[in-house]
């Protein structure tokens, strides 16, 4: 059987000493591809220079909502030269998050920036990685505004059913990680039994968010079957047939073969 991790940070100072050691045991529990996100022009850059290095990795470019201090047009200019590099497949990770900026005017900064690079995604023919945190009606509203025309996922989905109902009719993914096998975290495992199976993607969103049983300790790419088996769970289908499909998700948005 073979995995993806469609939404990890390797290029996090969590996994300086020992990348390869990591990697290494991705690749022992068949996660074959890790799809590296970058959040700011250096984790960007570094990033599409791990996709050069690894045969497995590929990257993502763009800036995260959370990290637009050195954001500009200029900056800009420079995540697009990097999108076109070889396997350089989403722009991400982009989005809202309105759980750390209660202010109006950071708020705002969020969404022209969030717009841009969906407006960038479009124009070089990519998907998007979409981070959404307590901003759900924004985020569907700009999605409905602007739509990523490529595709976009939702990492990490934290809204409601209800929001997924409705992005989902936009065509949108719904990529889930570790909380799926927490016990008190009711509303993303009813979402993962309510998003259509043709929508689902894995993630680890590493070095975050560690699933059952090795919560609270550095996540990693080789997690992935752990997600994967808690999905089958939900979906009521066996994990044979739960990759199966996850894997023919992946390579719709983003276009990359199983390796
Ligand atoms: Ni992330």
Redesign the pocket.
């Known amino acids: 059987m073979k995995y993806f991790d469609s ?1 990890c ?1 390797l290029g996090d100072d969590a996994f300086k000493e020992d990348f390869d050691a990591v990697y290494q045991r991705a690749l022992e529990k068949e996660v074959t591809r890790m799809l590296v ?1 970058g ?1 700011d022009l250096p984790s960007s850059r570094n990033a599409v220079a791990l996709a050069k290095r690894y045969k497995n990795i590929y990257a993502a470019v763009g800036f ?1 909502p959370e990290n637009l201090d050195e954001v500009s047009d200029e900056a800009l200019e420079q995540i697009k030269e990097l999108a076109k590099e070889e396997k350089v497949v989403a722009i991400g ?1 982009i989005g809202l998050d309105y759980h750390w900026f209660k202010d109006l005017e950071p708020r705002a900064k969020q969404r022209e920036w969030f717009i841009k690079q969906i407006e960038l995604a479009n124009s070089l023919s990519l998907p998007i990685s979409v ?1 959404a945190r307590d901003a759900s009606g924004d985020t569907l509203q700009i999605l409905t505004d602007h739509p990523a025309k490529y595709g976009a996922v939702l ?2 989905y934290s809204g409601s059913v209800e929001t997924m109902k409705s992005l989902s009719k936009l065509g949108y993914y719904f990529g889930f990680d570790g909380p799926i096998t927490y016990k008190n975290a009711v509303e993303p495992k009813e979402c993962v039994k309510a998003c259509p199976i043709n929508r689902l993607l894995t993630e680890t ?1 590493s070095p975050y968010l560690s699933p059952v049983p090795l919560r609270g300790t550095r996540n990693e790419p080789g997690n992935i079957p752990l997600i994967v088996e808690k999905m089958a769970e939900l979906k009521e289908i066996n994990v044979e047939e739960m990759a199966e499909q996850l894997n023919r998700n992946f390579e719709e948005l983003f276009h990359v073969k199983t390796l």
């Open positions: 939404h940070h996100l959040w995260h990770e981070h990492h990490c969103d």
